[in-house]
Nanobody, 124 residues
Framework: QVQLVESGGGLVQAGGSLRLSCAAS????????MGWFRQIPGKEREFVAA????????YYPDSVSGRFGISRDNAKNTVYLQMNSLKPEDTAVYYC?????????????????WGQGTQVTVSS
């Protein structure tokens, strides 16, 4: 079992930045590829970023590419999501998740463990 706890969400103005953290416990995080997703009420969970177990490769959808950056510190069992140039449409609950899958990291059902989420609100 892996327990994931997100933090760092909050209210920010458009154009601002936030850094989310995801702290893991229970098992060594380096055994898992990690992802960040977001969700607003009534919509499906949306892929935001993913990073391989070693951190050597990262993946983003076009909607956040160039603005968001995922990183990890396996020694600290923590994954980060740096969000820059935030837009009101980035407002959502952000979740981190862990997976052993090699492919399909943009698909929520491929993830084994999820955090409880942290709210990010971007005002215009």
């Amino acid at each position: 079992q892996v327990q994931l706890v997100e933090s760092g969400g909050g209210l920010v103005q458009a154009g601002g930045s936030l850094r989310l953290s995801c702290a893991a416990s229970g098992r060594t995080l380096s055994n898992y590829a990690m992802g960040w997703f977001r969700q607003i009420p009534g919509k499906e969970r949306e892929f935001v970023a993913a990073i391989t177990r070693s951190g050597s490769s990262t993946y983003y959808p076009d909607s956040v590419s160039g603005r968001f950056g995922i990183s990890r510190d396996n020694a600290k069992n923590t994954v980060y999501l740096q969000m820059n140039s935030l837009k009101p449409e980035d407002t959502a609950v952000y979740y981190c998740a862990a997976t052993t899958a090699i492919f399909g990291r943009e698909i929520p059902r491929n993830y084994d463990y999820w955090g409880q989420g942290t709210q990010v609100t971007v005002s215009s």
